[in-house]
């Protein structure tokens, strides 16, 4: 089993809630699109065991993903769950005929959505629910009291053990905080997109997790060449060095790169035991500017 410090380290999102920062999330194991089935199914049960032996004990899901698909895999594979995994889920969309992901913030669409997660993840109750309420890659303005209160209630009645927000701005984060404790913040965010800098800093004074997801989207060839530069001097690949910016840019950074392949998920997890000099931070934090 891979140290700790080979995943980054370990944060704690609460009091029975401790991490390793490198986490693992499951998108990539529904079929095409994240629509459907596998089309190997032996396959993505072998990369969610392989997690396990390296030591994570953080995996992102959703009963969207699929939808259903993915969680029943996570079952299938390592259900009775080890005591020190935590499975954060989210709410808030669905999949439809066409492989969109339409909003779902009605309270009994919640609700629904919470039980699915529940009975395909064979829980009885959810370490972490993060409330989805933005775009696929942007944050959409307006209140969210209404269906993060659903999610609030839902933890009153045992359901869910803690709560979170995703695809939100700052402001968002705060009228989510002036109704209950929130525990992680999921959103955009890599070197190269950086919006998030600010809510990054003001989460991490708080204990508060910040979650960056698509952490190499968004680069144009020119910001690829730069961080590829980077990479060769480290004998490393872009990924990794990716990766392992998002480590060293705030401890309360955790991380869900999805993989559906063995191979790749134990090069993300060699990647987090990267370090970084100055002078490469200098480099990489030129593709923002």
């Not at 920062?21 to 994240?34: E, I």
């Not at 009885?124 to 933005?134: I, P, T």
């Not at 969210?144 to 869910?160: K, S």
Request: net charge negative; hydrophobic share 45%; proline share 6%.
């Amino acid at each position: 089993m891979a140290a700790k410090a080979l995943l980054g380290g370990t944060f704690t999102m609460a009091k029975d809630l401790t991490v390793t920062r490198m986490g693992y999330g499951a998108m990539q194991l529904a079929g095409p699109h994240v629509f459907g089935p596998p089309a190997d199914r032996d396959a993505a049960v072998a990369v969610l065991r392989e997690a396990i032996e390296l030591g994570i004990t953080h995996i992102d899901t959703s009963d969207f993903y699929g939808p259903h698909v993915t969680n029943q895999i996570i079952k299938e594979a390592l259900h009775p769950y080890p005591d020190s995994l935590h499975i954060v889920t989210k709410v808030g969309a669905l999949r439809d005929a066409e492989g969109g992901w339409p909003q779902a913030l009605a309270p009994e669409q919640l609700r629904q959505a919470v039980y699915a997660n529940l009975d395909n993840l064979g829980l009885d109750a959810l370490d972490v629910v993060n409330l989805r309420v933005g775009g696929v890659d942007s944050p959409t303005p307006g209140s969210i009291a209404e269906p993060f209160t659903v999610l609030v209630q839902l933890q009153q009645e045992g359901l869910i053990k803690h709560l979170g927000v995703s695809n939100v701005t700052a402001e968002q984060v705060a009228e989510a905080q002036s109704i209950a404790p929130i525990v992680c913040v999921q959103n955009f965010y890599n070197l190269a997109h950086r919006v998030d800098d600010g809510l990054v800093d003001s989460l991490a004074a708080q204990g508060i997790a910040y979650v960056p997801y698509f952490p190499l989207g968004g680069f144009s060839p020119l910001q690829s060449d730069e961080l590829r530069s980077v990479a060769t001097r480290l004998d490393a690949t872009p990924m990794a060095v990716a990766l392992v910016w998002l480590l060293q840019r705030s401890p309360n950074i955790l991380l869900i790169p999805g993989t559906s392949s063995v191979a790749h998920l134990r090069e993300n997890v060699t990647g987090a035991a990267l370090t970084l000099s100055e002078d490469d931070l200098t480099e990489l934090n030129s593709i923002a500017s």
